[in-house]
């Protein structure tokens, strides 16, 4: 009977090794028996590493150097000190947030209530409306920047026409420190968030009639309908959404350079055109890569917060 | 013309200062020319048009001519838009896989003393003897000298103007200045008559003068030293550009739309291309005075058709007129071992920067020639607009030549947006940018 305990712990751990054996063998015979797809995938993942995770880690490494054209050398966390000491960088920072913070729900927010009145429509107009929403999103951002710098336009673009029509004066949208940020944010706000219209359109496909039949015999009305079925299962969607568009958000770069090159100022500096700016005109190449890490860290901590809210209720 | 490109205003001896510059790179090995078989790399940016629009044509003429008479030699051009030049080559320095030859105006952005420290730039001084160097004005030599060494071939020398618009000046019955001299209060005043509602509906339709503010620009800088003062100090260990007369000529020019209304409330702004359609376009023409660098001259003379006059920045207290200037060359990136390709790619340089290139050059392509028997031969003998701009070349001063010097640009020319938004005065923003600048001359 003493015995009995000691044979049990034993057993587990034979059957916890037979398993992990077996795991071993069967990751192996996986490969073995879908080799062809796995040949498939070998192109691909190996750009992947060449194009992806070797820049990725090189950048790591770069980060706690001192770069030199001939030989660079070991920094420690020099680079990473400057980061945090600086003020450009704090600033940079200030700047991205407001933006994301402002932009990310506006676009997802926008994009579930575009997608909501389009899904609603017959067959040829939601048609209509989908290419009418996506289309933008195919369109360059610098081509989309370039017309909105002349909009924004002090002497001849639209919004100061507008304005003038009910006797406003005319606003230096991009010229101001106090308008040049929220003239991007609007900007940014304005530009229909198409690849969410569609990833709306073909989740709420998805869901089952019978739950709207359901809820229309215990009398609830389309918004409650809307509100209670198609908002809750939409959750998945509206994750991957929020986590892209804020991973896209940290990194505004183009209109930046396009519009306002980061002034009046400082006004519309932001973390990824301070990178570039630390990289390709300073040529410090080892205080890029820190701030580049320092940016992935905060999109790391931002998605996984996003992940664990959005996710709770699943 | 032999006066032109006197020793300038900054001694560019003073950036001999830094000891830590590297030893010619290749050993002391000079190849032979002749001995070369291979390949060389050359990127340029678009030059002047052929009657087929083809804006290279001149470089490939030269490369066609060069390959025929060195047999076995094969020269590739990379075309590389001007305004990627910089962001290209960047890229290539981090990569190591820049050209062998490429045009860089070493007082720009596209290239720093950092890198000539690093090896980046060869030197040149094993292809140009004493003789070779006399050709050249001495501010263009300089401006590619370092620690004693050369470090490329100039080309071409740029300056900074002021276009009046002569048609906007008749229909004000403003008179320009006479040989386009002038103190600031006669070019106030000028603005003050350029500035006027044309078609009496309480609107103001065309204004005086206009420029912006933007890092690596200095259409503005030259107002700045109306009442003398620099940015920095000669030794380049303060900044300077504090002083209460720099502040005065910084907020004067701001002035001129924040209380005198003389300028549009875009002056001060980035927008370059929009400023300057505002002076050229046919169907703006809404700002009488611009300057320019002496691109604008040609573009004024071709593209778009303009009656207008070449006049120097205003003076101030200091009763010198003042225009900043850059030199363009050509620069040869490190080569790794082989002393006769070294040779050949310094044969080819020189082969395109002879006296004849740069007079073809400067009658084609609007600019002034960095050699003075280029010079001699008088290519703009037939176009008094370039040669009124030449003949401010003895006003020219060049910007500091701090390693850091991006940095302190835009510390300054950020501070300076603010001061033209009418955000911070002139005194308060110099102020802050002394702060940033301080910590970046330590």
Known sequence: MTQQPIDVASKKETEHVNVMKKANYSVLLQIKKNYSAYLFLLPKLLLFTLFVAIPVVWAFVLSFQEYKVFGSEFAGFDNYIKVFESEAFRIALKNTLLFTVVTVPFGVISALVISSMIFGLGKLSQSLFRSAFYLPSVTSMVIIAMVWRWMYNYEFGLFNYVLGWFGIDQINWLGQSSSALWALIIMQCLIPFGVGIIMYLASMGSISHSLYEAAKIDGASSFKQWLHITIPLLKPTTLYLVLLSTIGSFQVFTQIIMMTGGGPGSATETLVHLIYKTGFRDFEFGLAAAQSVVLFVIILIFSIIQFRVLRHDE | ?442
Not at chain 2, 9 to 28: E, F, K, P, Q
């Open chain 2, 1 to 442: 013309m032999k006066r032109m490109w006197k020793k300038s205003m900054l001694s560019l001896a003073s950036l001999g200062l830094a000891a830590s510059v590297l030893a010619a790179c290749n050993g002391d090995e000079v190849g032979s020319a002749d001995e070369f078989k291979g390949k060389i790399t050359i990127w340029d940016g678009p030059r002047w048009p052929d009657k087929d629009d083809n804006k290279f044509h001149w470089l490939e003429a030269k490369i066609k001519e060069y390959e025929e008479a060195h047999e076995g030699v094969e020269i590739e051009l990379v075309q590389v838009p001007w305004a990627e030049m910089g962001d290209k080559l960047g890229v290539a320095i981090a990569g190591k896989s820049w050209p062998d030859i490429a045009p860089v105006d070493i007082s720009g952005s596209a290239v720093s003393i950092d890198h000539i420290e690093q090896g980046v730039i060869e030197p040149l001084d094993d292809f140009f003897d004493k003789d070779a160097k006399a050709d050249f004005y001495e501010n263009a030599l300089d401006a590619y000298t370092y620690d004693g060494k050369m470090y490329g071939i100039p080309n071409s020398i740029t300056l900074h103007s002021m276009l009046l618009n002569l048609d906007l000046f008749e229909e004000a019955g403003v008179t320009p200045p006479e040989g386009g001299e002038w103190t600031y209060d006669e070019f106030l005043d000028a603005a003050k008559k350029l500035t006027f509602d044309r078609d009496g509906d309480g609107k103001i339709d065309v204004h005086g003068f206009s420029t912006y503010i933007m890092p690596g620009y200095y259409e503005a800088w030259p107002f700045f030293y109306k009442n003398g003062g620099s940015p920095l100090n000669e030794d380049m260990t303060e900044f300077t550009f504090d002083t209460p007369e720099v502040v005065q000529a910084i907020q004067d020019l701001a002035d001129l739309k924040l209380t005198e209304k003389v300028a549009p409330e875009t002056h001060g702004g980035i927008d370059v291309g929009g400023t300057f359609q505002a002076w050229a376009n046919e169907e703006q023409r809404t700002v009488a005075m611009q300057p320019w660098a002496t691109w604008a001259i040609g573009a004024a003379q071709g593209k778009y058709p303009t009656n207008f006059a070449v006049a120097n920045y205003p003076t101030g207290d200091s009763d010198k007129a003042v225009t900043i200037g850059g030199v363009g060359g050509w620069v040869m990136f490190h080569q790794d071992k082989d002393a006769n390709k070294k040779a050949a790619a310094a044969d080819f340089m020189k082969f395109i920067s002879t006296d004849k290139e740069q007079y073809h050059m400067a009658q084609n392509y609007g600019i002034f020639p960095a050699r003075i028997s280029a010079a001699e031969m008088d290519p703009f003998k037939d176009n008094p607009e370039m040669t009124r701009a030449m003949e401010m070349s003895e006003q020219v001063v060049m910007l500091p030549r701090h390693p850091e010097w991006r940095k302190i640009d835009e510390a300054i020319q950020t501070q300076l947006q603010l001061v033209f938004n009418g955000e911070k005065t002139a005194k308060d923003a110099m102020a802050d940018a002394k702060k940033a600048v301080d910590e970046l001359l330590k």
